[in-house]
């Protein structure tokens, strides 16, 4: 089984549209995560769920919108689909929300916004 | 401003070959990680290290976190082409899990 899975891993839409990705974890863990992968491969946290509660917020726009039904799960919505969204958005999760813990990620989701 | 420079970031080498993977910043962290990704998939975790100092091995990879725990290396001995890949620096400030990259280093190894 898949510890971390998103869903879908490619998405191709128009701008002005709004998506959403979903993101589960079976192992169990407190923390999730989404990170941003951009074209040049730099990774970036987004935002961080402990317990369905947020903990992190790195400045995203607020056309993204994150949604943690339970502590398993980890969706993230985005509003207005821009060009400069076009990146591998990579769900993630861990034990803790603290440092030196492993952190598990999933395949991710490639978001083309044309 | 990058406050994770890793360099170089892209390394082509023969079968055999050592490399060294540099990791470098101006500020202090907690604890270090190192991942590995491969095309199409996401990052997963090779080493962590949290002591200045230290130095972890892991076959033929050498991990060091620098003695003021802000830089750290990543010596591949005799690559192989398997060892093909992203690799990724990852370093955590005070407790939170909260994780800042380097831009990552693309090392091809030819056979």
């Known amino acids: 089984d898949t510890a971390v899975s998103q869903t879908p891993k490619y998405l191709v839409t128009q701008m002005g549209n709004d998506k959403s990705i979903k993101c589960e974890q079976n192992?169990?863990?407190?923390?999730m995560y989404w990170y941003k992968q951009d074209s040049k491969k730099f990774l970036k946290i987004m935002f961080s769920y402990n317990n369905k509660e947020l903990i992190i917020n790195e400045t995203v726009p607020n056309r993204f919108s994150p949604k943690s039904p339970d502590k398993a799960h980890l969706n993230l919505h985005i509003n207005s689909l821009e060009l400069g969204d076009s990146a591998v958005y990579f769900c993630?999760?861990?034990?803790?929300?603290?440092?030196?813990?492993?952190?598990?990620f999933g395949e991710g989701s490639w978001l083309t916004v044309v | 401003t990058q406050l994770l420079e890793q360099s170089p970031q892209f390394l082509s080498i023969q079968e055999g070959e050592n490399l060294t993977v540099y990791c470098n910043s101006s500020?202090?962290?907690?604890?270090l990680q190192w991942y590995r990704q491969e095309p199409g998939e996401g990052p997963v975790l090779l080493v962590t290290?949290?002591?200045?100092?230290e130095v972890k091995k892991l076959k033929r990879l050498t991990f060091q976190f620098g003695d003021a725990r802000k830089d750290s290396s990543l010596h591949i001995t005799a690559a192989q082409p398997g060892d093909t890949g992203l690799y990724l620096c990852a370093g955590a400030k005070g407790n939170t899990g909260k994780l800042i990259f380097g831009q990552g280093t693309t090392l091809q190894v030819k056979p």
């Open positions: 993630a999760s861990s034990q803790e929300e603290i440092s030196g813990n492993t952190i598990y």
């Open positions: 192992l169990g863990h407190d923390t």
């Open positions: 290290v949290v002591t200045g100092g």
């Open positions: 500020s202090v962290f907690s604890s």
